[in-house]
């Protein structure tokens, strides 16, 4: 798990900002103060794996983003020589056989520069990993490598952004290397939901699932993976109602659970074609995704993301809120609970007062602790741009920043003068 952001040079993030994660994040606030920007930060590692697993660049147009020329990404007030510094803090515990169990804690920091060469990717010129390994049969340990002249030290075989190359390994670790190390930071092991999804579709074309199965940024692999997982078994701690625990039902059961109805059948035919076909209650009629409320089809990715994904992976979804009723949104907050508890990281992105008040209500359940439920206010206060909102094991939040979800008191002051 992410326990720690650090990132500097990077967009609006000149002076280096820390960003404390939790088991379940939510990042709220004010528009255009970096939280799409710290989720750019991992969706650039992941899509540089996808692109090439072997690479030493970071790939800055692919399959999640198209952030431009490096230009862009560097901090308007940086100088063209400094790098731009992505520092990830992990705590993991991973099971190996015979039930030994290894701890880990430390940081990985990667350095960038601009490529003379492409200015659509930037080199990767520095590599620092700290930490410790804690295991049930051996003596613990710390590690501490820094590496510079990456494109000299690295072979066809070996990748940096797994974690670490093989040939700088201590010897007393090397045994560790590929049973554990590519697991702490699992770049490519990112379920990213943007806020531009996909609306109804008439059909949709079948199509090869990639390696790592996951719905699409906007969505547009939903209904594929949907019929291809249909008979995957969720996780135990998911599971609704009496049916089957596969993935189909459980989507089903979920939906009907936030929206108090629904009905969800994908079939296919000979040819290529999908079909999606939804109903808003529980009879047995089934209609298009156009001719049911658009909500149904905003939140289906999200549902399915959530049950598919597994413990050590992380879940990226912007504006869940949209098109919800307010009920909606609450219930859905409280599946991405669920979904954290199960050992999936959650990263959520939105302004909705509706959603922090479950996430709250969520603690108060004991479904999630207030330490796993991170708060993040971005704000426009000079020194503190990135705010953490302690929050009581009862849910409650005692200091609430001008700005921090404060409007509604703010519109009740000028209507009713209280």
């Known amino acids: 798990m992410f326990t720690k952001i650090e990132l500097e040079n990077f967009k609006c993030f000149r002076e280096k900002t820390v960003f404390p994660l ?39 147009n692919g399959n999640c983003l198209n952030l431009g020329r490096f230009d862009e990404i560097r901090n308007t007030g940086t100088s063209r020589e400094k790098p731009i510094y992505f520092n990830y803090f992990y705590d993991n515990k991973i099971g190996l056989e015979q039930n030994e169990i290894i701890t880990s804690q430390g940081s990985v920091s990667y350095s960038f520069v601009e490529d003379m060469n ?28 820094k590496v510079f002249e990456l494109d000299r030290r690295l072979k066809d075989n070996q990748t940096i952004f797994k974690f670490i190359p093989d040939q700088i390994l201590e010897r007393e670790f090397e045994h560790y290397n590929q049973k554990i190390f590519h697991k702490l930071l699992n770049f490519s092991a990112i ?39 249909k008979d995957e078994l969720i996780n135990d701690k998911l599971y609704l109602g009496e049916d089957a625990q596969t993935l189909i039902i459980q989507t089903q059961e979920w ?24 109903n808003s209650s529980l009879s047995k009629d089934r209609f298009r995704p156009a001719n049911i409320g658009f909500g149904y089809h905003c939140i289906l990715p999200i549902i399915v993301s959530g049950l598919i994904a597994k413990k050590g992976e992380m879940l990226i979804v912007e504006n869940p809120e949209a098109h919800l009723h307010p ?15 199960c050992g999936v990281q959650v990263l959520i992105e939105s302004h909705s007062d509706h959603i922090l008040n479950a996430l709250r209500i ?38 609430w920043p001008d700005g921090f979800f404060d409007q509604m008191d703010k519109d009740f002051e000028r209507l009713f003068g209280i």
């Open 22 to 60: 939790g088991q379940l994040t939510l990042l709220t606030g004010i528009n255009g103060r970096g939280k799409s920007s710290l989720l750019q930060s991992l969706l650039l590692m992941r899509q540089s794996i996808e692109y090439d697993n072997r690479t030493n660049k970071l790939i800055l």
């Open 118 to 145: 492409d200015d659509l990717v930037a080199a990767l010129t520095e590599f620092e990993i700290h930490g410790n390994l804690c295991s049930s049969s051996t003596n613990n340990f710390r590690f501490y490598c």
């Open 191 to 229: 379920h990213y939901i943007s806020a531009d999804r996909i609306g109804p579709q008439d059909f949709y074309l079948r199509s090869t699932l990639p390696q790592f199965p996951n719905v699409g940024l906007k969505g547009e692999q939903t209904v594929n993976l949907l019929h291809r997982m």
């Open 255 to 278: 939906l009907n659970k936030i929206f108090d109805g629904a009905k969800v059948e994908v079939s296919g035919s000979q040819t290529n074609i999908l079909e999606l076909m939804l």
């Open 327 to 341: 009920k909606a949104q609450s219930e859905l907050a409280k599946f991405l609970a669920k979904v954290s508890n």
């Open 362 to 399: 969520a603690v108060l359940d004991n479904i999630l602790t207030n330490e796993e439920l991170s708060i993040l206010y971005f704000s426009q206060k000079i020194g503190e741009s990135v705010i953490q909102i302690p929050i009581d094991s009862d849910g409650k939040i005692e200091e």
